[in-house]
């Protein structure tokens, strides 16, 4: 079964959970650094370890972040949440539980706009926003890599305790044949927000930003929901898609030959853009949730969360809004810059003096270009600030676009800022008019035929003159210059 004909058979239901990791310099309940990477089980306490007689200390600036995120989410805001054990035995969390939020989360009933491609927009609920700790890192030896045929498995305990706030969804009904679609910009719309907030990197790659994809089949938008599975931590937007592509046509095929989903946990595979079975997914009772008894309740004072709520940010969304008034964008356009990820680095761009479209132009077409190519992200080959020194290049009558494109080229290929670049290649715009006014005059001698037709009213002719005075130039002639010394010696 194609994909086509399972959303025609089939109601597609989502369900999403994203974990983002917060951006606080110690962990949420010690005082171990909050860093990623380094050596392993080197960013650990005894809390962090699970030692018996170490304590809990809630960390402020977590709780701050999660009434953040909250608050952007369009979310209630407890006034007294607690922190609960969630019960299970695995090596990553060396105590045995999570702590983390049952019944009582610092957030809750929200919802979030989520624009897809076309201009389409599309309202998520948000059933919660709860705190809670990462897990560690487990690492495979041998095998696939999974733990099914594994010689050995390693314990890096230094993202243990990590401070995470886990937004989930009410069930996201509606999306139709769109439901791929709709979960990676929503995700896509929470990372942005994350940003702009300030509260994570949000690095999808570095696995800031994590999403659990729940996805069931009805036969009809009136019928009961039916049995859903949950891809675990999808770490990227294409994949998100691609999950939810492949677990609509899966089920949709077991459904169409009369067998049962069965309610699972899945993996993705990036390789083949297929899940695999993981384990058969628990409800909340089988972790036998109980409050936390080493942390007191979070009481957030009303004061704070107003003050917080004051202290807001402009959200990706209002700040798209007044931008496309502000640089002039057409809606396509600036849809254009959001897809490619591009909004901050243009933003950015314009800051440093270019003018919006000119940064646009150069962003999403010679630098986006030469990124997919190389297969790296476009801020790595140049910087904001060197666009918008190419763009004054430019703009001060140095470089025209042909000339400025070979500049670029120089900059991505690391060998300089623009005008650096420019002089060293000797790319400038030829202003000596001794030598553009020789070039003139041999392309006027040459063309005859041209200079009687411009003679005659056929200003358009003026076009062939220019092609011998820019390759006696080596291209950088100011065409403006070379039609008025055309003109001028034509008379």
Not at 119 to 138: L, Q, Y
Not at 247 to 259: K, N
Request: glycine share 8%; net charge negative.
């Amino acid at each position: 079964m194609n994909y086509e004909e399972a959303v025609s058979k089939y109601d597609p239901i989502l369900g999403i959970e994203v974990h983002v990791e917060l951006g606080t310099e110690t962990k949420m309940f010690d005082a171990a650094p909050n860093t990623f990477g380094g050596t392993a089980n080197a960013n650990v306490t005894p809390t962090s370890l699970g030692l018996p007689g170490s304590l809990p200390v809630v960390n402020e600036k977590g709780v701050e972040s999660a009434i953040k995120i909250g608050l952007a989410l369009g979310c209630e805001i407890a006034e007294s949440c607690r922190f609960a054990r969630k019960n299970y035995f695995y090596p990553d969390l060396a105590k045995n539980f999570q702590t983390s939020q049952s019944d009582e989360p610092i957030a809750y009933d929200g919802s979030v706009e989520v624009e897809l491609e076309d201009g389409e927009i599309v309202t998520v609920p948000v059933e919660r926003a709860h705190m809670e700790e990462d897990a560690g890192k487990n690492t495979h030896v041998g095998g696939s890599g999974r733990i099914q045929g594994a010689e050995y498995s390693l314990v890096d305990y230094n993202r243990a305790g990590v401070p995470l706030v886990e937004i989930v969804t009410r069930p996201i009904e509606g999306t139709g044949a769109r439901a791929p679609e709709v979960a990676a910009a929503y995700v896509r719309t929470l990372r942005d927000i994350f940003r702009a907030l300030g509260v994570s990197e949000a690095r999808m790659e570095q696995g800031n930003v994590r999403a659990d994809i729940n996805v069931s089949l009805r036969k009809s938008p009136d019928a009961p929901l039916g049995t859903r599975t949950e891809t675990k931590n999808v770490n990227s937007f294409r994949s998100i898609e691609r999950a939810v592509r492949y677990e609509i046509v899966r089920q949709a095929e077991l459904l169409d030959a009369g067998e049962s989903i069965l309610q699972e946990t899945r993996h993705f595979h990036d390789e083949t853009g297929e899940t695999s079975p993981g384990r058969e997914k628990s409800d909340s009772d089988d972790y036998r949730y109980f409050p936390e008894p080493d942390l007191v309740p979070v009481v957030p004072s009303r004061e704070w969360v107003e003050q917080l709520r004051a202290e807001q940010p402009e959200l990706p969304t209002a700040k798209r809004r007044r931008l496309i008034g502000e640089w002039g964008f057409s809606d396509l356009e600036m849809r254009d810059v959001i897809n490619a990820g591009l909004l901050e680095t243009i933003e950015a761009t314009v800051a440093a003096g270019a003018k919006p479209q000119g940064a646009r132009k150069w962003w999403t077409g010679e630098i986006a270009r030469q990124a997919k190519q190389q297969d790296v992200e476009p801020e790595t080959l140049v910087a904001p600030a060197q666009v918008a020194e190419l763009e004054k290049l430019i703009a001060d009558g140095k470089l025209n676009d042909k000339l400025a494109r070979k500049v670029l080229d120089g900059v991505m290929a690391g060998e300089g800022d623009p005008q650096a670049v420019m002089e060293a290649k000797g790319l400038e715009i030829v202003k000596d008019d001794g030598a553009l006014e020789a070039a003139v005059d041999a392309a006027i001698t040459e063309n005859p035929d041209v200079v009687e037709r411009i003679k005659g009213g056929h200003m358009q002719a003026i076009g062939a003159l220019m092609g011998p005075i820019m390759k006696a130039t080596r291209g950088q002639a100011d065409p403006k210059q070379a039609r008025e010394l055309i003109m001028k010696k034509i008379g």
